[in-house]
T-cell receptor, first 114, second 115 residues
């Protein structure tokens, strides 16, 4: 596609439920990032994929969060046992590859945990 | 660890006035510096970046920024703003090659341009 696509755009879930957020990067981009943006804050890094592998997952807050990118294209961020504090906008970005210096962002998924 | 401080959370300005949005960073290694803009209900868009070379960087929409290593600053400027520049602006830093590829963002500055 023309840009980074994230689905759904909005997700409301109950506390304790499991959610999956999807990111479809720009075609040909091997690097993919997930960030989380809480209200009034800048985006915070969660995880970085180079191809299929997670090159840096140091930003994942705890073991309830997990992300995969099985074929090196689409990525899914999975959150188990959601908590109200997980409510935020989850942003995905992609770039051409390692050492590439321009990341293109999707519009994000707004997750609300009630 | 890297960090970014955006000193002003909100900046109101009149149309056609100049504006400066301040950004200071801390890092123990060489850095790349970026400014992103987020218009309402849209994704982050790259305005400009400093990688190396000339310390004055020009970006899209008439914005420019100056890298000052001694002051660890990367302030964003525009000589004359338009209503359409109303948005949130984020400064970000990344390691140079060899480090993590991730971006570390500031908290953002909301620019409001009034008629």
């Amino acid at each position: 596609g023309a840009g980074v696509s994230q689905t759904p755009s909005n997700k409301v879930t109950e506390k304790g439920k499991y959610v999956e957020l999807r990111c479809d990067p720009i075609s040909g981009h091997t690097a993919l990032y997930w960030y989380r943006q809480s209200l009034g804050q800048g985006p915070e890094f969660l995880i970085y994929f180079q191809g299929t592998g997670a090159a840096d997952d140091s930003g994942l807050p705890n073991d309830r969060f997990f992300a995969v990118r099985p074929e090196g294209s689409v990525s899914t961020l999975k959150i188990q046992r959601t908590e109200r504090g997980d409510s935020a906008v989850y942003l995905c970005a992609s770039s051409l590859g390692p050492r590439n210096t321009e990341a293109f962002f999707g519009q994000g998924t707004r997750l609300t945990v009630v | 660890a890297q960090s970014v401080t955006q000193l002003d959370s909100q900046v109101p300005v009149f149309e056609e006035a100049p504006v400066e949005l301040r950004c200071n960073y801390s890092s123990s290694v060489s850095v790349y510096l970026f400014w992103y803009v987020q218009y309402p209900n849209q994704g982050l868009q790259l305005l400009l970046k400093y990688l190396s070379g000339s310390t004055l960087v020009k970006g899209i929409n008439g914005f420019e920024a100056e890298f000052n290593k001694s002051q660890t600053s990367f302030h964003l400027r525009k000589p004359s703003v338009h209503i359409s520049d109303t948005a949130e602006y984020f400064c970000a830093v990344s390691d140079s090659p060899g480090g993590s590829e991730k971006l570390v963002f500031g908290k953002g500055t909301k620019l409001t341009v009034n008629p």
